[in-house]
């Protein structure tokens, strides 16, 4: 059980827009830490996709986003794309360790 | 651009100890990032294991605490993991990777990750 908590799956058609949840607590999120997003595309190692909760790594497309409120964060992604299929996951810090979330595969049907 | 490369063992006996080492290439290792270890067993998510700064000073999942030794060798540029006691459940692809503060503590750079299986 994942102490940030992502939906398992989400699916949008191209040029769809899709978001993707992750839900922590008071702990964490809530606790103002900075939230990062993650892609990971098979056989892969994971790559830097937003950092503190909403800014582009050079070299992202635009067409990625993020936000964050309360406690929780959402990655937003625009005109869906066959490319953009893969692994997504949050990340935080929550009482001295870094924490993921459970993931959330991305399918472009 | 800083790259990272793991080595070590692929295969572990259970009750063994899994030693990787993570060579940094294209800057110092004294530089200002903290050095992870980042775990992920097959089709599940990631999981922190713990971390180094030059310095020494350390931080470790609490849940893997008293298995886990992290270090670092600064004339070879380069940091460590050893796990002791391990299982099945410690088969994963273990990356490393580096973080600071200018990227508001993001993992920035990852190893391209390296495949250990506990196995008899």
């Known amino acids: 059980q994942s102490v940030l908590t992502q939906p398992p799956s989400v699916s949008g058609a191209p040029g769809q827009r899709v978001t993707i949840s992750c839900t922590g607590s008071?702990?964490?999120?809530?606790?103002?830490?900075?939230v990062h997003w993650y892609q990971q595309l098979p056989g892969t190692a994971p790559k830097l996709l937003i950092y503190g909760n909403s800014n582009r790594p050079s070299g992202v497309p635009d067409r990625f986003s993020g936000s964050k409120s309360g406690t929780s964060a959402s990655l937003a992604i625009t005109g869906l794309q066959a490319e953009d299929e893969a692994d997504y996951y949050c990340?935080?810090?929550?009482?001295?360790?870094?924490?993921f979330g459970g993931g959330t595969k991305l399918t472009v049907l | 651009q800083v790259q990272l490369q793991e080595s070590g063992p692929g295969l572990v006996k259970p009750s063994g100890t899994l030693s990787l080492t993570c060579a940094v290439s294209g800057g110092s290792i004294s530089s200002s990032n903290w050095w992870s270890w980042v775990r992920q067993p097959p089709g599940k998510g990631l999981e922190w294991i713990g971390e180094?700064?030059?310095?020494?000073?350390?931080n470790y999942n609490p849940s893997l605490k008293s298995r886990v030794t992290i270090s670092v060798d600064k004339s070879k540029n380069q940091f460590s993991l050893k796990l002791s006691s391990v299982t099945a459940a410690d088969t994963a692809v273990y990356y490393c990777a580096k973080y600071s503060s200018s990227w508001y503590n993001a993992f920035d750079i990852w190893g391209q990750g390296t495949m250990v299986t506990v196995s008899s």
């Open positions: 990340q935080s810090y929550d009482s001295s360790l870094w924490v």
């Open positions: 180094i700064y030059h310095s020494g000073s350390t």
């Open positions: 008071s702990s964490n999120i809530g606790a103002g830490y900075d």
